[in-house]
């Protein structure tokens, strides 16, 4: 079993910065074979889509949407994965969820934190 932890959301008004925190936890030959970590996003009335994702070695993906705006960074050591959020938007409100990537189709997900982006 894997736990994961999110913290760092909230209230942000546009234009503005917050980082996300996803600190992962449980049986450590699990945590060792966590390949890829992401974070993940779903908006009312949507579907979740991927925000951003971070191989164990350092390569990252991001949704077009995020580009330029967004940097997700790991530290294997801590086991922990982040989320810089910068010049966020309205249409960035949504729940985020932490994602881990076993093999074997196996993953696992965070209890999601609110992010709301308003004036």
């Known amino acids: 079993q894997v736990q994961l932890v999110e913290s760092g959301g909230g209230l942000v008004q546009p234009g503005g910065s917050l980082r996300l925190s996803c600190a992962a936890s449980?049986?450590?030959?699990?945590?060792?074979?966590?390949?890829?970590m992401g974070w993940y996003r779903q908006a009312p009335g949507k579907q979740r889509e991927l925000v951003a994702s971070?191989?164990?070695?350092?390569?990252?993906n991001y949704a077009d949407s995020v580009k330029g705006r967004f940097t997700i960074s790991r530290n294997n050591a801590e086991n922990t994965v982040y989320l810089q959020m910068n010049s966020v938007k309205p249409e960035d409100t949504a729940v985020y969820y932490c994602?881990?990537?076993?093999?074997?189709?196996?993953?696992?997900w965070g209890q999601g934190t609110q992010v709301t982006v308003s004036s």
């Open positions: 971070i191989t164990r070695g350092g390569r990252t």
């Open positions: 994602n881990a990537d076993l093999p074997g189709a196996l993953e696992y």
């Open positions: 449980g049986r450590m030959f699990i945590i060792n074979a966590i390949n890829a």
